[in-house]
């Protein structure tokens, strides 16, 4: 079995935690079996092991979002990337092709395509198995999961089955209701749409070819920008005559906003916090390194990360997408594939910034036109190499780097390092990869 996990979306509802590199699904607020924090994204992937130990899953995902998927699954996951944003049909598409002409999967294998970021217990994903059995049986193309709706929502689509069984062919669908059109749908045994789709890679590939000119996944990623923004509902979905739906009634949250993730985070405060006895019903997340102090807080939520403080009513938090898209700020927290670096202090002309280098991982062999740096080793053991030429350094080492040089950093240890940055011009868009070199 093939799982597909989509992982898009950028961080305007979970701001300050979440940006336009760290999704929600990246955030470590759950409590993994082991005690530690753990995010959704980690959750999500042990969970499918845990249902479906066979189970190859490949993320398909922006460019964006590649750094943090390696630094918290490292290479157990394949990664699709989308070379720019396509809404979900071109996203699917291209991870079909990639499953066949990458992979090597077989067009007979099953496939499901999952979000990444629903908040559920095991049973979803053993469902999930459930799905992809039914792909081998005659009666459908396409087989959906559909949710056992709890209340009646406005803000979910909704597959109308034609019987109450577990498993149904499709009446209909619709798209989101007022509230007293979702009273009606549920009154008929309606469901909410997962978006979860299971299918042969077969019948995928097949309604791609006949949607999309390309011959195979090279050259369908190189024709990927000229593609239409599309959904997969849009364009597979509604107009497949032969729809299967499979209940689903187990617990299924969908954690987009800061008030549905207090819900189900593991603990109501993270980080160095302070609580007096007097709050009631506030979560609390701080990222800093200095202490938040709440005395008498009810109903809210308050968030710190070097990149904005939120301190807010619960309810309202559902509503701050508007306000942080008028934040125009450069991120200053990021997970790479190596670590991850915080800025620290910003000014027109410099940028500090805390690296931390997980032990046996390095940087990419690089160069900047317009900086200078400075790297000074305040922990752990590593190497490093500046135009070629390789030395060791440990806490206390300073390596100066002019604009041009070629460099990396590898770590034998676990490592931090304050890099400070220094030129007229300091982008992330200035760094020219000299990768090729260093593999020679």
Same mark, same amino acid.
């Given at each position: 079995?093939?799982?597909?996990?989509?992982?898009?979306?950028?961080?305007?509802?979970?701001?300050?935690?979440?940006?336009?590199?760290?999704?929600?699904?990246?955030?470590?607020?759950?409590?993994?079996?082991?005690?530690?924090?753990?995010?959704?994204?980690?959750?999500?992937?042990?969970?499918?092991?845990?249902?479906?130990?066979?189970?190859?899953?490949?993320?398909?995902?922006?460019?964006?979002?590649?750094?943090?998927?390696?630094?918290?699954?490292?290479?157990?996951?394949?990664?699709?990337?989308?070379?720019?944003?396509?809404?979900?049909?071109?996203?699917?598409?291209?991870?079909?092709?990639?499953?066949?002409?990458?992979?090597?999967?077989?067009?007979?294998?099953?496939?499901?395509?999952?979000?990444?970021?629903?908040?559920?217990?095991?049973?979803?994903?053993?469902?999930?198995?459930?799905?992809?059995?039914?792909?081998?049986?005659?009666?459908?193309?396409?087989?959906?999961?559909?949710?056992?709706?709890?209340?009646?929502?406005?803000?979910?689509?909704?597959?109308?089955? /034609?019987?109450? *069984?577990?498993? #149904?062919?499709?009446? $209909?669908?619709? @798209? %989101?209701?007022?509230?007293?059109?979702?009273? &009606? !749908?549920?009154?008929?045994?309606?469901?909410?749409?997962?978006?979860?789709?299971?299918?042969?890679?077969?019948?995928?590939?097949?309604?791609?070819?006949?949607?999309?000119?390309?011959?195979?996944?090279?050259?369908?990623?190189?024709?990927? /920008?000229?593609? *239409?923004?599309? #959904?997969?509902?849009? $364009?597979?979905? @509604? %107009?497949?005559?032969?729809?299967?739906?499979? &209940? !689903?009634?187990?617990?299924?949250?969908?954690?987009?906003?800061?008030?549905?993730?207090?819900?189900?985070?593991?603990?109501?405060?993270?980080?160095?916090?302070?609580?007096?006895?007097?709050?009631?019903?506030?979560?609390?997340?701080?990222?800093?390194?200095?202490?938040?102090?709440?005395?008498?807080?009810?109903?809210?939520?308050?968030?710190?990360?070097?990149?904005?403080?939120?301190?807010?009513?619960?309810?309202?938090?559902?509503?701050?997408?508007?306000?942080?898209?008028?934040?125009?700020?450069?991120?200053?927290?990021?997970?790479?594939?190596?670590?991850?670096?915080?800025?620290?202090?910003?000014?027109?002309?410099?940028?500090?910034?805390?690296?931390?280098?997980?032990?046996?991982?390095?940087?990419?062999?690089?160069?900047?036109?317009?900086?200078?740096?400075?790297?000074?080793?305040?922990?752990?053991?590593?190497?490093?190499?500046?135009?070629?030429?390789?030395?060791?350094?440990?806490?206390?080492?300073?390596?100066?780097?002019?604009?041009?040089?070629?460099?990396?950093?590898?770590?034998?240890?676990?490592?931090?390092?304050?890099?400070?940055?220094?030129?007229?011009?300091?982008?992330?868009?200035?760094?020219?990869?000299?990768?090729?070199?260093?593999?020679?």
């Amino acid at each position: 079995m093939q799982i597909v996990l989509l992982s898009g979306g950028s961080g305007k509802r979970l701001w300050p935690l979440s940006n336009d590199v760290r999704s929600k699904q990246f955030l470590t607020l759950f409590r993994a079996k082991d005690g530690s924090y753990e995010s959704m994204v980690q959750r999500v992937y042990g969970q499918i092991l845990e249902a479906n130990p066979d189970a190859h899953v490949t993320i398909a995902t922006g460019k964006s979002q590649v750094s943090a998927i390696r630094n918290q699954l490292g290479d157990r996951v394949n990664v699709c990337v989308e070379p720019c944003r396509r809404d979900t049909f071109p996203a699917i598409a291209l991870a079909a092709a990639y499953l066949k002409d990458e992979l090597g999967a077989g067009e007979e294998e099953p496939v499901v395509i999952c979000p990444v970021d629903p908040y559920v217990d095991i049973t979803y994903y053993e469902t999930v198995a459930r799905l992809a059995e039914l792909t081998c049986k005659e009666g459908a193309n396409l087989n959906l999961m559909g949710i056992e709706p709890t209340y009646p929502s406005e803000k979910y689509g909704y597959v109308i089955p /034609e019987s109450r *069984e577990a498993v #149904s062919r499709v009446s $209909a669908f619709k @798209e %989101k209701p007022d509230l007293e059109t979702a009273k &009606r !749908y549920l009154e008929q045994g309606a469901l909410w749409n997962a978006g979860v789709f299971g299918l042969q890679l077969g019948y995928l590939l097949k309604r791609c070819h006949e949607l999309l000119s390309f011959t195979d996944y090279r050259d369908l990623l190189g024709k990927y /920008e000229t593609l *239409e923004k599309i #959904s997969f509902d849009y $364009a597979v979905v @509604e %107009k497949e005559p032969a729809i299967r739906v499979l &209940r !689903y009634n187990g617990s299924w949250k969908d954690v987009g906003t800061w008030n549905m993730m207090a819900e189900v985070m593991s603990d109501p405060v993270k980080g160095n916090v302070i609580t007096d006895d007097t709050c009631q019903n506030t979560n609390v997340v701080n990222e800093l390194d200095i202490p938040i102090l709440c005395m008498g807080c009810r109903d809210m939520i308050i968030a710190a990360s070097s990149d904005g403080i939120l301190v807010s009513d619960k309810q309202q938090s559902s509503y701050m997408k508007p306000y942080v898209e008028k934040i125009d700020e450069e991120v200053r927290y990021a997970e790479k594939s190596w670590g991850t670096y915080t800025v620290i202090d910003a000014q027109s002309d410099a940028l500090t910034i805390k690296v931390t280098l997980k032990a046996g991982n390095r940087m990419k062999y690089h160069s900047h036109r317009y900086r200078d740096e400075v790297w000074t080793v305040t922990y752990g053991r590593g190497r490093v190499i500046v135009d070629g030429e390789e030395s060791r350094v440990s806490p206390g080492s300073v390596i100066t780097l002019k604009a041009g040089q070629k460099h990396t950093l590898m770590a034998d240890t676990d490592m931090n390092v304050i890099e400070v940055q220094m030129g007229q011009d300091i982008t992330r868009e200035d760094k020219i990869h000299h990768e090729e070199e260093l593999l020679r």
